[in-house]
């Protein structure tokens, strides 16, 4: 079992940066393959970005390529997800998730755990 919790979220000007973390307890994190989300109101949840589980793969949407970068430090059990050049359209809330596999990342139904969001804020 995976426990997953978000922070850094916040309030932000368009063009400004955040970095967010994904901070993990119980087994295996580091075996595991962490994907961000975000949802945005009125709108579907959406796959931002993934990294494998040692980090030398990663996958993003075709929306913040380019302009968000995720990474991992498995000795901290924790994703980051930096967010540069932030949008109007890139508010809303962001989760990350976890799945044993990799598989599927660009799928929210392909994983297992999730955390409670962090909600991000763009200021136009």
């Known amino acids: 079992q995976l426990q997953l919790v978000e922070s850094g979220g916040g309030l932000v000007q368009a063009g400004g940066s955040l970095s967010l973390s994904c901070a993990a307890s119980?087994?295996?994190?580091?075996?595991?393959?962490v994907g961000w989300f975000r949802q945005g109101p009125g709108k579907e949840r959406e796959f931002v970005a993934a990294?494998?589980?040692?980090?030398?793969?990663?996958y993003y949407g075709d929306a913040v390529k380019g302009r968000f970068t995720i990474s991992r430090d498995n000795a901290r059990n924790t994703v980051y997800l930096l967010m540069t050049n932030l949008k109007p359209e890139d508010m809303g809330v962001y989760y990350c998730?976890?799945?044993?596999?990799?598989?599927?990342?660009?799928?929210?139904?392909?994983?297992?755990?999730w955390g409670q969001g962090t909600q991000v804020t763009v200021s136009s």
């Open positions: 998730a976890a799945q044993r596999i990799e598989y599927r990342v660009t799928m929210s139904t392909a994983y297992d755990y």
């Open positions: 119980g087994r295996d994190f580091s075996c595991s393959t």
């Open positions: 990294i494998s589980w040692t980090g030398a793969r990663t």
